[in-house]
T-cell receptor, first 112, second 114 residues
């Protein structure tokens, strides 16, 4: 059974702090790992990672994948209150299946 | 701009009622999904569909059924709602190909069963 584990489950930081969110996985076949941000509404796409060691970056957010150790991290630098959200990690199996396996999410709260 | 629209943002129903949750996508996607999201449990797949009139059970199909009569519309049906079906329901669609986003989500329906 495919499995995605995120840690920590929740985190409270002050504005300006840097945070690292973790995602480890066990899947039979692996095609990609995806990160989503979910505020009050629909999850929105952040990154898709397919290759080890290549950092994806968008503003203050970055992410990297380690396919040997089967994990990914999502970094947020200089956090802002607008970064408060649930961050979801999901793994896409191979062979054209779109049935993603999601982790339980990390709830990040950024306080002023 | 891509769009997945869920018909209701909030819904309150009584135990035993038949409940329909509607989802429409305007991206001509083949694949559509229904998830429920509960605190501490994350997103769990209820049903998905790869084509019109085609459906597959996900991880937690019990108590639910689905209908996909048209490509753009995927309905989730609770035949006899129960209190343990109180949850946030998220619809999603995907078309594969080269898109990096994989799943496009609707805004969710918060269902309360009293």
């Amino acid at each position: 059974e495919d499995k995605v584990v995120q840690s920590p489950l929740s985190l409270v930081v002050h504005e300006g702090d840097t945070v690292t969110l973790n995602c480890s996985y066990e899947v039979t076949n692996f095609r990609s790992l995806l990160w989503y941000k979910q505020e009050k509404k629909a999850p929105t796409f952040l990154f898709m990672l397919t290759s080890s060691g290549i950092e994806k970056k968008s503003g203050r957010l970055s992410s990297i994948l380690d396919k040997k150790e089967l994990f990914s991290i999502l970094n947020i630098t200089a956090t802002q209150t607008g970064d408060s959200a649930v961050y979801l990690c999901a793994v896409e199996p191979g062979a054209g299946s779109y049935q993603l396996t999601f982790g339980k999410g990390t709830k990040l709260s950024v306080i002023p | 701009d891509v769009k997945v629209t869920q018909s209701s943002r909030y819904l309150v129903k009584r135990t035993g009622e038949k409940v329909f949750l509607e989802c429409v996508q305007d991206m001509d996607h083949e694949n559509m999904f229904w998830y429920r999201q509960d605190p501490g449990l994350g997103l769990r797949l209820i049903y998905f569909s790869y084509d019109v009139k085609m459906k597959e059970k996900g991880d937690i199909p019990e108590g639910y059924s689905v209908s996909r009569e048209k490509k753009e519309r995927f309905s989730l049906i609770l035949e006899s709602a129960s209190t343990n079906q109180t949850s946030m329901y998220l619809c999603a669609s995907s078309g594969g190909g080269t898109t990096n986003e994989k799943l496009f989500f609707g805004s969710g329906t918060q269902l309360s069963v009293l």
